[in-house]
C-alpha cells in the first residue's frame, strides 16, 4: 500500500471534503477520489459515508485511521532523522528528460517525491531522446524518460501521449477519409524523424494516403515554426505541440500515440529511492 494514499485519506479527513483534500495537496480531485477508492478496495471496507456536502468516516474508517496515523507519524519521524554526514544513503537521483515531459509532468511528480523523501535531491538533464538513451548507458542519468524500448534497459510503461495533425490556424480538416487523402494530398508534410514516426506511418497506411514529403526534422520547435510560416503540416504528440499556441491542434480520425516510457539499466546506483521515484510518477499519472 502506498504512503500516498494514506496521506490522501488523513487530509479528506481533516477537511471533510474531497475537493478541498485536493486544493491543499495540489493533485486533481480524480486522484483524491481514485485513492480513496483504491484503498477500501485494498481494506475491503467503506471508509466514509457521503452526503450532499459533508463526508464522514465509518467506525470501520475511523478504526482504520487509528493504524494509519500511527504509520504516517513513523513515516515522518524516518524523514526527519537527522543522519550523520557520514550516512551511506543516497542524497541525489539524477534523471534525464525531453522538454515536454518537464513542462508539463515533471514537476509535480518532484513535488509529490519531495513531500515524501524531501532529503532526497532531484538533479534533471534535459536533453534530445537519443542523449538520454545514451545518458542511461553511459550511467550519466540514474533513470531517463525515453519514447522508444532499447533492448539493454527496463523500460516501464509511462503514458500514452496522443499524435495529433498540426496546421497554421486558418486551416480547417475534413475528418473523412476522402478529404483527409485531399488534404494530405495539397499540403507538405513535415515529418517527424523520432520512433513515433512508426505510428504516424501506419496512420497514413491506414488511410490510403501518400503524404507529401518536404523534409524530416527533429527537432519540435522547429517543426512548430515551419508550420506557422505555412511551409507544412505535420502531426505529433500533443505534449509537445500545445506548448506553440501559434499553431492548430486538430485530431486524428483514428489514435495514435507517442508512447513514454520510464528507463534505467538493470543495475543502477540510489535503487531503493529511484524504484520510489517510478511508484510515484506511475501513480501520479
Known amino acids: 500500500m502506498s504512503i500516498v494514499k494514506y496521506e490522501i485519506f488523513e487530509e479528506v479527513i481533516k477537511t471533510g471534503n474531497f475537493t478541498k483534500a485536493s486544493e491543499n495537496l495540489n493533485v486533481t480531485q480524480s486522484t483524491v477520489s481514485h485513492a480513496i477508492s483504491n484503498l477500501e478496495k485494498e481494506l475491503g471496507i467503506t471508509l466514509f459515508i457521503r452526503e450532499a456536502r459533508k463526508i464522514h468516516l465509518t467506525p470501520d ?143 497514413f497506411n491506414n488511410h490510403e494516403i501518400i503524404p507529401n514529403v518536404h523534409s524530416y526534422i527533429s527537432d519540435c520547435s522547429t517543426i512548430a515554426k515551419m508550420i506557422s510560416l505555412d511551409i507544412g503540416i505535420s502531426i505529433g504528440p500533443k505534449l509537445s505541440l500545445k506548448a506553440f499556441d501559434y499553431i492548430k491542434l486538430h485530431e486524428l480520425p483514428d489514435k495514435h500515440y507517442r508512447y513514454v516510457y520510464i528507463s534505467h539499466l538493470t543495475h543502477f546506483e540510489n535503487g531503493h529511492y529511484v524504484k520510489e521515484f517510478i511508484k510515484t510518477a506511475r501513480e501520479f499519472v
Open 61 to 203: 474508517g475511523a478504526k482504520a485511521y487509528e493504524f494509519i496515523h500511527e504509520i504516517l507519524n513513523l513515516n515522518r519521524k524516518l524523514l526527519h532523522t537527522n543522519f550523520s554526514a557520514s550516512s551511506q544513503y543516497p542524497r541525489v537521483i539524477t534523471i534525464g528528460s525531453f522538454s515536454s515531459i518537464s513542462n508539463y509532468v515533471l514537476p509535480q511528480i518532484i513535488k509529490q517525491f519531495n513531500h515524501l523523501y524531501p532529503f532526497i535531491k532531484i538533479v534533471v538533464f534535459e536533453g534530445t531522446y537519443d542523449e538520454i538513451d545514451n545518458w542511461i548507458s553511459e550511467k550519466v542519468i540514474d533513470i531517463g524518460f525515453t519514447i522508444s524500448q532499447n533492448p539493454d534497459f527496463i523500460s516501464i510503461p509511462f503514458l500514452k501521449d496522443e499524435l495529433l495533425i498540426a496546421s497554421s490556424t486558418n486551416i480547417k480538416i475534413d475528418s473523412s477519409d476522402f478529404s483527409l487523402r485531399e488534404f494530405f494530398a495539397s499540403n507538405n508534410i513535415i515529418m517527424p524523424t523520432a520512433s513515433y514516426r512508426t505510428q504516424i506511418e501506419e496512420f
